[in-house]
């Protein structure tokens, strides 16, 4: 991936942005989703951080990696030496346990990327222990959701995180199949639309 000047989804996030990414009842794609955000959150000079609760397994560093994603990977592996790390295309991705004590750890994390985005996603039980944990406190929430089917729920939660003071963005639909393999290797092309621009503005703006 070439390390030159890349022209952002949006315009450059400010320092230290964190946002939640996780599903609303049965809908599938929020990781895809995550990894789209990640990917418009990083620059060639400054990488986003995806750190994960719900994969499961260890990630595989990618076949090619901007500078900062693998100097990204550097210094977290230094202070997180027992996780699954690894650099891939845009931003560097870091999977902890889907459980309190992997929340916990997201507070470890952060300060590696104060200068940059973090997206962090969680499976819905880990949304509220994510909230009530006072290191970090999340600027927006990415909610993968499917209406009409789930327009309550997701009306519900998204009053609740605004209630916070938290902006919160919905995603109708997952992302193409081709977008989401992209974007889960770090790799989304040069001005992508993978997501809605509006969307990705709201979030990192």
């Known amino acids: 991936m070439r390390n030159s000047a890349r022209s952002p989804l949006v315009s450059r996030p400010q320092a230290g942005r964190t946002v939640f990414v996780t599903g609303v009842g049965t809908a599938t794609g929020?990781?895809?989703?995550?990894?789209?955000?990640?990917?418009?959150?990083?620059?060639?000079?400054?990488?986003?951080?995806?750190i994960d609760l719900?994969?499961?397994?260890?990630p595989r560093p990618s076949l090619i990696a901007t500078a900062a994603a693998r100097e990204l990977e550097e210094r977290l592996a230094t202070h997180l030496p027992k996780t699954?790390?690894?650099?891939?295309?845009?931003?560097?991705?870091?999977v902890l346990p889907?459980?309190?004590?992997?929340?916990?750890?997201?507070?470890?994390?952060?300060?590696?990327?104060?200068?940059?985005?973090?997206v962090i996603h969680l499976p819905p039980r880990l949304v509220q222990p994510a909230l009530d944990e006072p290191r970090f406190r999340p600027s927006a929430a990415f909610l993968r959701a499917d209406l009409?089917?789930?327009?309550?729920?997701?009306?519900l939660a998204a009053r609740e995180l605004m209630e916070r003071g938290i902006r919160v963005a919905v995603l109708k639909r997952p992302l193409g199949w081709l977008a989401g393999r992209a974007a889960l290797l770090g790799a989304l092309p040069t001005g992508s639309q993978a997501l809605p621009p509006r969307l990705t503005?709201?979030?990192?703006?």
């Open 201 to 205: 503005e709201r979030l990192l703006r």
């Open 54 to 58: 719900g994969a499961g397994r260890n």
């Open 30 to 50: 929020s990781w895809a989703a995550a990894a789209a955000l990640a990917c418009a959150g990083s620059e060639s000079d400054r990488a986003g951080l995806l």
């Open 148 to 155: 009409p089917e789930n327009r309550a729920l997701t009306a």
């Open 98 to 118: 889907p459980d309190p004590n992997g929340v916990e750890q997201i507070a470890a994390a952060l300060p590696a990327v104060r200068d940059s985005t973090a």
């Open 84 to 94: 699954g790390l690894a650099s891939r295309g845009w931003f560097c991705h870091l």
